[in-house]
């Protein structure tokens, strides 16, 4: 662990906190802050250490909270996710929202410093990915930057998180990537390029707000950053999700309704194409490759489960972090076979296993439909 003692030359590399940073860490480690005093004897206020960080590095990280939602479901995940930003960006404050947590569970993602757990309403019976909103408008930094709780932090993204715009950093899929997202809802005829028009046209009534589009494509909501200046959109998306999706446990992918299927994450969509206030949108960079970025677990089953092959490119890294929680004395959640350190073998072979499972299936499926047989 750190050493948190204060010496004469670690003054100049002290900086004020913010109160956030206050709330969420001087209240549970006291060590963290000192007092400087002048020369007369009186006291300047309350500064945290600079544990060997640069100050505009803190400053940096202190002005912007990670947050998070999720059931207790999701549990190891957002374990991983308070543990990797531990790790990786130790002046950042985190923010899990939650629901169904044990006083347990919330005591084993606050053994971080920067990690607040916090409760979800009751209000709201539609699925977590529905609520991002709440998360976002808990922070009171100028930035705040939403992170699914199965995504992990890999490497020390700081200079990658605060938006190259100052806006809103969030990734657009590509022309390929978006028409395979909506493939099987053109219509007859329609070219399998931008927004299928029945779905252009319903998100504009939706909307009601501007008539020509600002973009043809959609985005992805796993990670994303904005600027506080841009809490009315966050506000408007919670608004519109509370008008076009219904008061009901669905799940994060409801093909139910059609131009929303994707959930929450139609939603931002819609109003990034059609909202008045939607903001600039910037470069995505969380997707480095150079040592650092943010991974997200995204198809089922999650590491804490089974391996999948596609997130295998993970397990070291993972490795990495369960290491470094035991040397720095943190507790784990009860630890799955899955992600045991001796059980590498076992859980590649049943990762390669399951991936031969999905590919034969897909196999089956498109001779079934070739041949014209319809699945029962």
């Given at each position: 662990m750190e050493s948190w003692s204060l010496r004469e030359q670690?003054?100049?590399a002290l900086i004020?906190?913010?109160?956030?940073?206050?709330?969420?860490?001087?209240?549970?480690?006291?060590?963290?802050?000192a007092r400087l005093t002048t020369g007369t004897g009186r006291c300047r206020g309350r500064y945290i250490l600079n544990i060997g960080l640069p100050i505009d590095y803190l400053a940096r990280m202190q002005?912007?909270?990670?947050?998070?939602?999720c059931d207790r479901n999701y549990l190891w995940g957002a374990w991983l996710l308070a543990a990797s930003s531990a790790k990786f960006l130790k002046a950042t404050p985190v923010h899990i929202l939650q629901t169904g947590f044990?006083?347990?569970?919330?005591?084993?993602?606050?053994?971080?410093?920067?990690?607040?757990v916090l409760p979800l309403a009751d209000n709201d019976p539609r699925n977590v990915a529905n609520r991002k909103s709440?998360?976002?408008?808990?922070a009171d930094t100028d930035y705040v930057a939403w992170?699914?709780?199965?995504?992990l932090?890999?490497?020390?993204?700081s200079e990658l998180l605060i938006p190259v715009n100052g806006e809103f950093q969030i990734r657009m899929r590509g022309a390929a990537e978006n028409a395979w997202v909506w493939r099987n809802h053109y219509a007859p005829g329609e070219a399998h390029v931008g927004l299928p028009k029945s779905v252009r046209d319903k998100w504009q009534a939706d909307v009601g707000q501007r008539t020509a589009p600002l973009t043809d494509t959609t985005c992805v909501t796993n990670a994303f950053v904005l600027h506080r200046r841009h809490l009315d959109f966050v506000r408007q998306w919670k608004s519109q999700i509370a008008k076009v999706i219904p008061p009901s446990h669905a799940g994060v992918v409801d093909h139910r309704n059609p131009a929303y299927f994707m959930t929450d994450e139609s939603v931002m969509s819609s109003l990034l194409v059609f909202s008045d206030i939607a903001p600039p949108i910037s470069e995505y960079r969380l997707d480095d490759t150079a040592g650092r970025f943010v991974a997200h677990f995204g198809a089922n089953p999650k590491p804490w489960v089974r391996w999948n092959l596609r997130h295998w490119y993970c397990h070291g890294h993972v490795m990495e972090l369960l290491d470094w929680v035991k040397q720095s004395g943190y507790r784990t959640p009860p630890m799955p076979v899955s992600l045991e350190?001796?059980?590498?073998?076992?859980?590649?072979?049943?990762?390669?296993?399951n991936e031969a499972k999905v590919r034969v299936r897909a196999t089956a499926g498109k001779c079934l439909r070739l041949a014209g047989i319809k699945k029962k």
């Open positions: 670690d003054t100049s004020p906190a913010f109160s956030s940073w206050r709330r969420g860490i001087i209240g549970r480690r006291s060590a963290m802050v002005n912007l909270t990670i947050v998070s939602a044990t006083q347990e569970d919330t005591a084993l993602l606050e053994q971080f410093p920067t990690v607040k709440e998360a976002l408008l808990s992170l699914d709780a199965d995504c932090v890999v490497g020390d993204i350190k001796t059980k590498r073998t076992q859980a590649h072979l049943l990762a390669l296993a």
